[in-house]
């Protein structure tokens, strides 16, 4: 059908011009995009010294300049994610590697997760120790076994097989985690109080093929114990990546994103409200006197609006505040829309694409 349409495209396109977003859009459409996180949580400007807010903000203009430089050079999303998030994991301002925040046994366990759009392969660890870049790992749990999720002792052992770099145990201890486990101790709080703040770190991105590719690493919640995971190494919930709609990392409040499913649900109603839409495209195309669509539109030719993706992940971070939770996420649209949604005051987050010089934002009102 695009032999059909080519000679007529600007005449059709003029009549057409309200039902679609124009052809044009494919052109328009950023080259690469890549969005990153360093959690979400009770962010306010009035608790941030301006070193502090200046200190988030040059450690989050790292990680996303070394994720743009891997997509710019023509790299894949998947190197670029991990370029990203390896320097959070390195920085002990994120709540991932070094400086994650402790158990309530005053240890550190650490959570990731990979996933790679273009062929939904994927590869998680969960309370792992001693590992410094669990998202390496994750990404070795995917490529080199026949597993998607490996946990404790076992991804320690496969973590030494596989030559990962380790560290010892005061490395990844800072502190500032260390107070918090104390005071929430002995004043009886929650993780949620201790910490008003989730520290997960995240990255999503679309590289110059159109592969998408999404990633998380954390250390949890305060004073966890039991085993607990949350939902940042768990595919679906905290992690998702899929080219046919979006790559998602997400950071909160882990049980309720578990709950929610949050990083599939966000690609699957993406993926559904893009047929809505073109299929509403499609009605308004005038019929031939046989009663046949004039022109089918094809889907190459229509693009889902920034907008459209946004109340899409709005509403999926709705449910999980409807459920009680709270948190955000960044999410990469197979359009290469760079997206936020979160139910916190802040979110410290990046987002830069081919087309730009991007950003970096703390508070939820920037
Ligand atoms: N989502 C993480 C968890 O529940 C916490 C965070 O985002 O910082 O483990």
């Known amino acids: ?78 190197d670029a994610i991990q370029a990203a998030i390896e320097p ?31 062929t ?21 749990v995917m490529t080199d076994s026949p597993h998607v999720m490996l946990s404790g002792k076992g991804a320690e052992t496969f973590a030494e097989e596989q030559g990962l770099e380790t560290m010892p145990l005061d490395w990844f201890e800072t502190e500032r985690r260390r107070e918090s486990l104390e005071r929430m101790k002995a004043q009886s709080l929650s993780a949620i109080d201790v910490d008003v703040k989730f520290g997960t770190v995240g990255a999503v991105a679309i590289d110059q093929d159109g592969n998408m590719a999404a990633g998380t690493s954390t250390g949890g919640m305060t004073g966890k114990r039991w085993g607990r995971i949350g939902d940042a190494p768990i595919i679906g919930a905290g992690t998702y990546a899929d080219n046919r709609s979006c790559a998602v990392s997400a950071t909160g409040w882990g049980e309720f994103f578990i709950r929610v499913g949050v990083a599939q649900e966000i690609c699957t109603r993406l993926r559904y409200r893009y047929q809505l839409e073109i299929d509403a495209a499609q009605r308004e195309v005038p019929l031939t006197s046989d009663g046949e669509p004039s022109y089918i539109i094809h889907a190459s030719e ?65």
């Open 1 to 78: 059908m695009r032999g059909f349409f080519t000679p007529i495209v600007g005449a059709l396109a003029a009549l057409f011009a309200t039902f679609a977003v124009p052809v044009s859009a494919q052109e328009e459409e950023p080259r690469w995009s890549i969005a990153i996180h360093g959690g979400a949580g009770t962010i306010a400007r009035e608790n941030m010294t301006e070193e502090q807010d200046a200190a988030y903000r040059a450690a989050l203009q790292r990680a996303l300049d070394a994720g743009a430089a891997v997509l710019r050079e023509g790299g894949t999303a998947m």
């Open 88 to 118: 959070m994991e390195d920085d002990p301002l994120f709540n991932a590697g070094r400086g994650a925040v402790l158990t309530w046994d005053g240890a550190i366990e650490l959570d990731a997760s990979i996933m790679d759009g273009r």
């Open 120 to 140: 939904r392969d994927a590869g998680a660890v969960a309370g792992v120790t001693g590992v410094r870049h669990p998202i390496d790992l994750a990404r070795k």
């Open 302 to 366: 229509f693009a889902l609006e920034a907008g459209q993706a946004q109340e899409e992940i709005d509403a999926v971070i709705g449910e999980v505040g409807a459920l009680g939770g709270d948190g955000g996420v960044i999410v990469i649209t197979s359009e290469g829309h760079a997206l936020f949604s979160m139910n916190t005051s802040g979110m410290y987050r990046g987002r830069m694409t081919s087309d730009g010089p991007g950003e970096v934002a703390i508070y939820s009102d920037e």
